[in-house]
């Protein structure tokens, strides 16, 4: 075997370099991800994974014998660097970490087995979907592809949507380490100033002009917040829309910071917004998982991914999209109600039990690389169709 795995950005040498120098990871799920690979090399012999977009070029094994590779690419996954660094390997085993369907359709003409492991939604705009992806459907529903992987109920059920076969569709998940019962819940809001936690990628589809503009709204309306953000992005844009706002006192951009530091700036907010338009492919975003174990209310948007796992009034509060003065409302509501505040930080671990999937992406992986027929089963009893 020669196994790669492909994927557009997400740094692994950063990644390990760091839990070799401090013990912490920036993204949930980099120990775990290195870890499971180191195994595979360790089992299987040669195992590598290829970041495209990486701050630079480079090639080095680490001590479990795992080869993490950087393209260099800040464009297109697909540079001419990137495909020459996938067909110099010679891939027998190919697992595309993302909807990159020209690496698809390479490996299946190189003959290689393919895996595909999304943690993307592609309830977008058909003209919108066939421009970015192609016709995925038809691709993923090509025999040569065992399965599709895609991270969570929601993103899975999106999937079939668009034309995908729910047999070969496989909901997986992280291997969570910590659970909401670990911390006791919130009775009520703390004082004010309120603090509102925003963890993701600082950009527009993400939502975080609509947070702006809903502590603009807060603002005026005599209940100023204060706003932390986690997160790398265009920062230094958005630090100019809060100031132009009004309310750039009131932000501090935080940039990436250790995901352990992420759960605790969640623990010590009086809410976790997680805002994102509809139009961003969202999965299932581990800010929601970490909001939960924080047991800090969540005032989420109605994006299709969240609004099928996240009952209103009972697990958050959710708000249409793209409305900050909404979003404004739903927070002050929160913040004004303590039993509605304590009732959803208490519901919190009933909520948390209720996302999780029991096939985690570690045992995908080994289970397909094995392919005995037990293995072919047990996927199997784990598919979309299985769940329905």
Known sequence: MRILFVQFAGD?????????ASGTETYFGHRYVLEQLGGLAQTHGPTAILCCKS????????????????????????????????????????????????????????QARVLC????????????????????????????????????????????????????????????????????PKASAGEAPHTLFYAGLVTERKGIRDVIAAAAHLKHGGVPVRVKVAGAGEIDQFRAVAEAAGVGDAFEFLGLIPNDAVTAGMREADIV????????PEGLPLTIYE???ANTPIVASDHPMFVRRLADRE??????????????????????????????????????????????????????????????????????????
């Open 273 to 280: 917004v997680v805002p994102s338009q509809h139009a961003y």
């Open 117 to 184: 492991i999304f943690a993307d939604s592609f309830e977008i705009h058909p003209i919108r979907r066939l421009i970015r992806f192609g016709r995925l459907p038809a691709l993923l529903n090509d025999p040569r592809i065992d399965w599709v992987g895609n991270h969570g109920l929601g993103a899975c059920q999106s999937l079939a949507r668009i034309g995908v076969a729910p047999d070969k569709i496989l909901p997986w998940d992280w291997l969570h380490v910590r659970e909401p019962r670990q911390r006791a």
């Open 12 to 20: 692994f040498k950063a990644a390990h370099d760091r839990l070799a």
């Open 55 to 110: 701050p630079s070029a480079y090639d080095v094994v680490l001590p479990s014998g795992l080869r993490v590779i950087g393209a260099g690419a800040t464009g297109r996954w697909d540079s001419p660097e990137t495909m020459r660094i996938v067909r110099a390997y010679r891939p027998t085993h190919l697992v595309v970490l993302g909807p990159l369907t020209r690496l698809i359709r390479w490996g299946l003409g190189a």
């Open 315 to 388: 697990s958050a509060l959710i708000y249409p999209a793209g409305r900050p003065a909404e979003l404004a409302g739903r927070i002050r509501e929160l913040l004004g109600n303590p039993a509605l505040y304590a009732a959803l930080s208490g519901a919190s671990q009933r909520t948390w039990e209720g996302l999780q999937i029991p096939l985690k992406w570690g045992d995908l992986v080994a289970r397909w690389l094995a392919d005995g027929a037990e293995d072919r089963r047990w996927l199997g009893a784990h598919s979309l169709a299985a769940r329905t």
């Open 291 to 293: 909001a939960l174990c």
